[in-house]
């Protein structure tokens, strides 16, 4: 079974500083992908950035890249230039895309609560 | 972009009572939409997948005749809470995948329905 590991529950991290929020993640299937979501006090689920099994460079969109690392199963988020908006908290989720088959469901990590100080 | 619309964004309601909850996609069609719900503070966990024509599909431990799932149309999943209890109260929220999305597109999520139950 899939399974996602956020293991920092809240990190600060200064206004125009990068900060970066770990996610480790475990599956048994070799095509996945990799999702970054923030979600702010608001509720709404905002989409940062993917990054698929087999691409071969990190995935960057902005001031996010990801720091993929395969063969440590990890998908760590960087968030460069730190901005008082992005405090929220943010999901590491991933979903099995088995050869064939249909798109499967997004699970999610137990997230990391950011908070950016001025 | 892909907008999904959920309805209610908030409702109170008597113990014992019924809640319906709809999640629209406006511009895109949608033959699968996931449920999740999210305690405070914790992540989204995975109720059930919602596919167009065809019943539920439901996580282990979430109990199907009390949460209802209806997929009426492409674009329309709703969510009843059959005989609501304190311990239902939390937050509920919709995603949806476009029909026309490859698998490295991101699921489109509304935002969000806060149940309380009195």
């Known amino acids: 079974a899939q399974k996602i590991t956020q293991t920092q529950p809240g990190m600060f991290v200064q206004e125009k500083e990068a900060v970066t929020l770990d996610c480790t993640y475990d599956?048994?299937?070799?095509?996945?992908?990799l999702f970054w979501y923030k979600q702010p006090s608001s509720g709404e689920m905002i989409f940062l950035i993917y990054q698929g099994s087999y691409d071969q460079q990190n995935a960057t969109e902005g001031r996010y890249s990801l720091n993929f690392q395969k063969a440590r199963k990890s998908a760590n988020l960087v968030i460069s230039a730190s901005q008082l908006g992005d405090s929220a908290m943010y999901f590491c989720a991933m979903r099995e895309t088995p050869y064939g088959g249909a798109t499967n469901k997004l699970i999610f990590g137990t997230g990391t609560l950011l908070a950016v100080q001025p | 972009g892909a907008v999904v619309s959920q309805h209610p964004s908030w409702v109170i309601c008597k113990s014992g009572t019924s809640v319906k909850i709809e999640c629209r996609s406006l511009d895109f069609q949608a033959t699968t939409m996931f449920w999740y719900r999210q305690f405070p503070k914790q992540s989204l966990m995975l109720m059930a997948t919602?596919?167009?024509?065809?019943?539920?599909?439901?996580e282990q431990g979430v109990e199907k005749d009390k949460f209802l799932i209806n997929h009426a149309s492409l674009t329309l999943s709703t969510l009843t809470v059959t005989s609501a209890h304190p311990e239902d109260s939390s937050f509920y929220i919709c995603?949806?995948?476009?029909?026309?999305?490859?698998?490295?597109?991101?699921?489109?999520f509304g935002n969000g329905t806060r149940l309380t139950v009195t």
């Open positions: 995603s949806a995948r476009d029909d026309r999305d490859g698998r490295r597109s991101p699921l489109h």
């Open positions: 919602s596919n167009e024509g065809s019943k539920a599909t439901y």
């Open positions: 599956t048994s299937d070799p095509s996945y992908g």
